[in-house]
């Protein structure tokens, strides 16, 4: 966004901070935002249901709020988000479907055994899963979820992680549903000397994602939404809010990118030196 703003000429005063996936952080930092009158609200929501009020609170003052990634329930998009940028999730999930599956095949492994880490507090991990069980189960019918569990932040899904491949001797693989998801269960597999026994498809690229996938000894398959695509459409698409030139409809689908292979690890790598997605 930062990029898009320095490029477009406008004199644009972005104000950020983190709230770290704690919901009173972010409502502390709406209100706080609400009260210095900010022309408009750029978010990934921390929880579908939890962020829901603070949301309300700014468009009832009259402030268009932009999410990315992840918002609040479809119904409350439709009343007080001005524009949601998403890749389609279960499109999303059937890329690491499809890719787990020409992994499976491949090896020869005729009924996989696949545990879950999931970030599903949000609906749209949700249809992650979806999509990846629908394209991995058309393909590879003998395959079975024997694990869901949640783990969005790293060092819970590590512990997750860890947990399942001692409950689970027999794991195949595991699909991380989210970054912190999908790098925990890369290091809960090392951690456990799974490696060459148990593999991970992942989810949402970053710089230790794509190291670990250029190792291409775990980790097999990442699906991605680029972090600088988006930043560019929310940055128009937040100007549109501003300007009141939205489109109707609110939901508005971005390029979703797979990675399978180590040179697109250090290709990615190569082409985000900064370290930004």
Wanted: aromatic fraction near 6%; charged fraction near 20%.
């Amino acid at each position: 966004m930062q990029q898009s703003a320095n490029a477009s000429g406008d004199k644009v005063n972005l104000i950020e901070t983190n709230a770290q996936g704690d919901i009173s952080k972010e409502s502390t930092f709406i209100d706080t935002l609400i009260a210095r009158k900010v022309d408009a609200i750029v978010l990934s929501a921390v929880s579908e249901q939890g962020s829901r009020r603070a949301i309300q609170r700014a468009s009832e003052a009259g402030i268009p709020v932009v999410c990315y990634n992840t918002c609040i329930s479809d119904k409350g998009v439709q009343k007080y988000v001005a524009a949601y940028l998403v890749g389609d999730p279960v499109e999303f999930g059937r890329k690491a479907g499809d890719a787990a599956a020409d992994y499976f095949i491949a090896n020869k492994i005729t009924a996989p055994k696949i545990a879950v880490i999931n970030c599903e507090a949000f609906e749209v991990c949700v249809q992650r899963r979806k999509g990846f069980e629908a394209a991995l189960k058309q393909r590879v019918p003998g395959m079975s979820i024997v694990a869901n569990q949640e783990g969005t932040a790293i060092d819970k899904a590590i512990s997750v992680g860890e947990k399942l491949l001692i409950s689970q001797p027999d794991l195949d693989a595991i699909f991380g549903e989210s970054g912190g998801a999908s790098l925990g269960a890369v290091k809960a597999v090392r951690n456990q000397n799974r490696v060459g026994k148990t593999v991970v498809f992942g989810s949402d690229m970053t710089t230790e994602i794509a190291q670990e996938l250029n190792k291409n000894q775990v980790l097999k398959a990442v699906v991605d939404i680029s972090g600088k695509k988006m930043g560019e459409q929310v940055f128009a698409k937040t100007l549109q809010a501003i300007n009141k030139t939205l489109p109707a409809d609110k939901v508005i689908q971005v390029p979703i990118d797979l990675y399978t292979t180590s040179a697109q690890g250090q290709g990615w790598l190569d082409t985000h030196q900064d370290g930004l997605p």
